[in-house]
């Protein structure tokens, strides 16, 4: 019987999880932001036990007990006011103060810098910006109100005064890749890869200059093998730099969000530092877990098992840190 | 010992509806249009048995047993003389004269309001068009003959006379979302949500103003898991709608064709009544097929698996509508 | 206990190569080219044992015993001295000689020709060009260089003078289709059916005219049922064209990597004679692959499979031609 329970908000990548937790044994638990919600969840017959969040995801904080594990993903960061979140009496699965590098542009960049990864270059003015470039609104959520800009002219007249990172945009293609870092089994795996598909930036025709980049799902691509190489030493490249920045360990999933150039030269432009929607493409399994688990093992069921073995050697501490 | 065979005609999703029919313990039975098309099935030795319509696929009205179960699928859409099919004394899998307003322009749109769906404008008077705009020729094959216009001459200039509805063409992503409603348990499955590929509007380069729309394939892909709640009420508003307007339960594999816009709007502008060939991309399992029952479980096994159940229960005829 | 054991390069489809090696039951044996590549078999705990070229590629020639059965694949036919890897006294799996038609530019075209495939135009002379057209160099590895043109005055401000093949470019979408030809069970399997990821020309922006053909990856697809007939024949007829000019049987896989234009007509514009990296896609199965088989079936387990059968039997000169 285990001692705890896994729990996490119902939404980005809570049916993996959920599902992930079940079937390494564990009892779950749904908080839902509403009823309307609940019901995807219940249609998946996804937990043992659900929560509305009647006053809203804010609610979480206080009727989330201590015999439950969180399993934090892209809404906790999105919707939850990060500060009171990270310093809750919560048991949250991974490296908790790297939500709050992955959602400080300044803290974001010096840590994928520190790591020693190939970034584009950004700036907040408008005068130094390097074209073509990308403009990311702070706050934006699931890339939408993002635009491209080619040349100074266009920039400042789509420029709002919105406080903006510009980034330089890489022409090439994206790639994002997921990791798994294991603390039980002491190893980083590379767990998938997948591109965004976006509107209205992947329509098949376009019929105006200014496409967006909202998200609304992922698709599956798999790397040229020998890529995997350099892939393999960024990942090591951003653990080291968590404890040495961070000054914790990292724990769990991450995702290193990349751009490769014809000269098959790796930008890295984000990074996300928990599980990413990307993985559910991957249920049960992607063809690198399958490699390393030989059987399936998709990234809730991943974090499940790092949750269990933790659990069974009393080192839960060292899971949530 | 199962009372019932399961057949199908050679073509769009013939090998997963075989396989699933013989994972779920069916005899199987191939109505194939030629030798030659026979040769792919044989190839994967699909079929326990295999019947050439020597004479076209209208054959098939003739030569099916009332002991077979037959599973219709695009082709039977395109090829078959529907009235004829429909008035057949066959058995049917599913909601039979759904097809009917599939085929029919009209009845498709009004179903699809009736459903409460957020459908593009559509007209088949080139003076009351909504640009840019999409014409689709009746009868079109495949998406065969579709054509894009941006302004009233452009589109003048490419309309031939042949009948054609002309929609308002949604500037967004495309995602074809697939369901499947048990009457055997009382549930709607979300099954999997794939693109299309077609040539030549996906290649890479153009070099042409004029792409067409021949579909040769699909791609995978996975929703943004908060778009499932709208997609879930989607697929519950259109199974009631064919009960209202049908007069019939919906039952088996249907699919929302949408579009997602740029502020994340879903738009349907088709919808099928019956497996779609985007099925084919989830064999063993989609991510959400695992979800639901934690094994394989792909559509021509779960047609089967419904089958097999009514079959148990004496209940066919609720399962043949 | 197997007589042989498997090995191959550390590169391209070696993690799938190795693991399905392992799941037939074989010894495996990894060639990495340096430390830093051997890193990442390592971390999948991919081989039982690992040799490090210390001299380079060449040096696999001299150190694989008679005990191993190399399993050939792109890096080999990029990074071996052809000719001496072919005549080395070494256990290939494959059809050995079939690596040379696919290097050569000349017997390529002559062997697809032999076939009976609808192949692109194809000229050595700017003159003769058939516009749009598409530059292929000699020895360009991945993609990398190749680069489109619509005229001719285009194309000569572009040409560099290296030798390089002009190939006619089809309107329309790839499609790179994998075969399996068994020895040991006569027959031919379509295995799986991919697109390749490339850099720029799949970026999703566009800031300049010439896209580049970098390979970064591969993208899953499934085909249109009813255009498995006519691949079914092509992959026939390119067994016996193998076998006519190449004067020895095709043995294990094949790719053919083709355009479907919007008429649904195939173009094959290169084949390759073994494993192609999109199979990487499918581990630890593609639709296809599950419907022949039932169970977890890749190209890597695909060529174990066929390896260890002919071992069984005594025929490992049957499958080593």
Chains 1, 2, 3 share one sequence.
Not at 154 to 179: F, M, R, W
Not at 205 to 221: E, K, Q, R, Y
Not at 291 to 297: D, H, I, N, P, V
Request: aromatic letters at 10%.
């Amino acid at each position: 019987m285990l001692e705890y329970r896994i729990g996490t908000l119902a939404s980005h990548s809570a049916l993996g999880i959920l599902a992930g937790a079940r079937a390494e044994g564990f009892k779950t638990i749904l908080f839902s932001p509403t009823q309307r919600r609940k019901r995807v969840y219940d249609n998946f017959n996804a937990a043992d036990e659900t929560i509305v969040l009647e006053n809203g995801y804010h609610d979480l904080l206080h009727v989330c007990d201590d015999q439950t594990i969180l399993i934090p993903h892209g809404s906790f960061v999105s919707y939850l006011p990060l500060d009171e979140f990270l310093r809750a009496p919560l048991k949250i699965f991974g490296t908790r103060e790297l939500l709050r590098w992955e959602s400080d542009r300044d803290l974001k960049s010096e840590l994928m810098k520190d790591a020693g990864l190939r970034v584009p270059a950004e700036t907040t003015e408008p005068d130094r910006v390097k074209f073509p470039c990308i403009v990311k609104y702070h706050g934006a959520r699931g890339g939408k109100g993002f635009f491209v800009s080619k040349n100074k002219q266009d920039l400042n007249s789509k420029l709002t005064g919105e406080p903006a990172v510009i980034q330089h945009y890489i022409s090439g293609v994206k790639v994002y890749v997921t990791y798994f870092r294991s603390i039980m089994r002491d190893r980083l795996e590379i767990f998938g890869t997948d591109i965004r598909y976006e509107s209205s930036v992947d329509a098949k025709l376009h019929f105006d200059d200014n496409p967006s980049f909202t998200i609304v799902g992922n698709l599956p691509m798999i790397l040229r093998e020998s890529l995997l190489e350099e892939y393999l030493a960024m990942g090591e490249q951003f653990v080291e730099a968590v404890q040495r920045k961070v000054g914790v360990p990292m724990v769990g999933p991450f995702c290193l969000e990349t751009i490769i150039d014809e000269n098959l030269k790796i930008h890295t432009f984000e990074f996300s530092g928990r599980i990413v929607a990307g993985t559910n493409l991957y249920i049960p399994h992607s063809p690198y877990s399958y490699l390393y688990f030989g059987k399936e093992m998709w990234m809730g069921k991943r974090i499940a098992l790092e949750v269990r073995e933790a659990s069974e050697n009393a080192q839960i501490d060292q899971i949530c840190v």
